[in-house]
Antibody, heavy 116, light 106 residues
Framework: EVQLVESGGGLVHPGGSLRLSCAAS????????MSWVRQAPGKGLEWVAN????????YFVDSVKGRFTISRDNAKNSLYLQMNSLRAEDTAVYYC?????????WGQGTLVTVSS | EIVMTQSPATLSVSPGERATLSCRAS??????LAWYQQKPGQAPRLLIY???TRATGIPARFSGSGSGTEFTLTISSLQSEDFAVYYC?????????FGQGTKLEI
């Protein structure tokens, strides 16, 4: 059974940093692109970033470029999102998802709240 | 970035009826289009990818069609568990983009 479990969310002050993790199991993690998607409270879905199987390609939505970094550790079956210079508008539930074609499996999400 | 526009924003239908949801892309995304269902408090679930291929375990009453810029999700006979928010998403170009969602309500 495919499982994706996010962790690392919490309350952070504006300008602060947070690192999200996603633990994958039930499939060959190193064979798939992986994505992060977020959803602000009461709002729609926003794709944030994704990363190729070997980490050689990474793409981001413009609003997080230069602030967020995506990485993976295939030996640990884990995906990461390093979020720096956080803003109030980054407040959302962050989901990791197995990618291409379409986002076939999703975690349950982790809530990030940016507030003073 | 490619803008995805869904219509209508809200669709009121009755169980057993047919529902047709639309999604338009600001420029061609070929067939690189997915549909998701999301219920309150839950993660989204993939329904359709490649514009018309049902994901694993998705009932046959869900079907997708279209290519280029115009896409449709059809639910042939609504069940009570189908009332949710539906999103389309293009994965033809980075950044991937979602539509704003269509809420299917009774």
């Amino acid at each position: 059974e495919v499982q994706l479990v996010e962790s690392g969310g919490g309350l952070v002050h504006p300008g602060g940093s947070l690192r999200l993790s996603c633990a994958a199991s039930g499939f060959t993690f190193s064979s798939y692109w992986m994505s992060w998607v977020r959803q602000a409270p009461g709002k729609g879905l926003e794709w944030v970033a994704n990363i190729k199987q070997d980490g050689s390609e990474k793409y981001f939505v413009d609003s997080v470029k230069g602030r967020f970094t995506i990485s993976r550790d295939n030996a640990k079956n884990s995906l990461y999102l390093q979020m720096n210079s956080l803003r109030a508008e980054d407040t959302a539930v962050y989901y990791c998802a197995r990618d291409v074609p379409g986002l076939h499996y999703w975690g349950q999400g982790t809530l990030v709240t940016v507030s003073s | 970035e490619i803008v995805m526009t869904q219509s209508p924003a809200t669709l009121s239908v009755s169980p057993g009826e047919r529902a047709t949801l639309s999604c338009r892309a600001s420029r061609s995304v070929s067939s690189n289009l997915a549909w998701y269902q999301q219920k309150p408090g839950q993660a989204p679930r993939l329904l359709i990818y490649g514009a018309s291929t049902r994901a694993t375990g998705i009932p046959a009453r869900f079907s997708g069609s279209g290519s280029g810029t115009e896409f449709t999700l059809t639910i042939s006979s609504l069940q009570s568990e189908d009332f949710a928010v539906y999103y389309c998403q293009q994965y033809n170009n980075w950044p991937y983009t979602f539509g704003q969602g269509t809420k299917l309500e009774i």
